[in-house]
């Protein structure tokens, strides 16, 4: 049974930085596209960040550039997203993904509020 669970939310102030992680159980991460989305209030979800199968490929939203960097331990089987000079825009509940036997997977999510 695949399960993906995401932590390392919380509540940071503008410029802050966290730390998210997502533990995957039912699939090994090291041969999935892994990707990071979040949501906030009143919008559509959209994608952050993905990593390929390998890790040669990455690719970031616009708005993230620069500032969020994901990665992945095949070690411990987790993909975590690294996320310096936080905004206020950056609030939103952040999820992992991964498609595994033509099946899309998600994590039940953790919040992510940037506020002074």
């Known amino acids: 049974q695949v399960q993906l669970v995401e932590s390392g939310g919380g509540v940071v102030q503008p410029g802050g930085s966290l730390r998210l992680s997502c533990s995957a159980f039912g699939l090994t991460v090291g041969t999935r596209d892994m990707r990071w989305y979040r949501q906030a209030p009143g919008k559509e979800r959209e994608m952050v960040a993905s990593?390929?199968?390998?890790?040669?490929?990455?690719k970031y939203a616009d708005s993230v550039k620069g500032r969020f960097t994901i990665s992945k331990d095949g070690a411990k089987n987790q993909v975590y997203l690294q996320m310096n000079s936080l905004k206020p825009e950056d609030t939103a509940v952040y999820y992992c993904?991964?498609?595994?036997?033509?099946?899309?997977?998600w994590g039940q999510g953790t919040q992510v509020t940037v506020s002074s």
């Open positions: 993904s991964t498609t595994y036997a033509l099946d899309n997977y």
């Open positions: 990593i390929s199968t390998t890790g040669n490929l990455i």
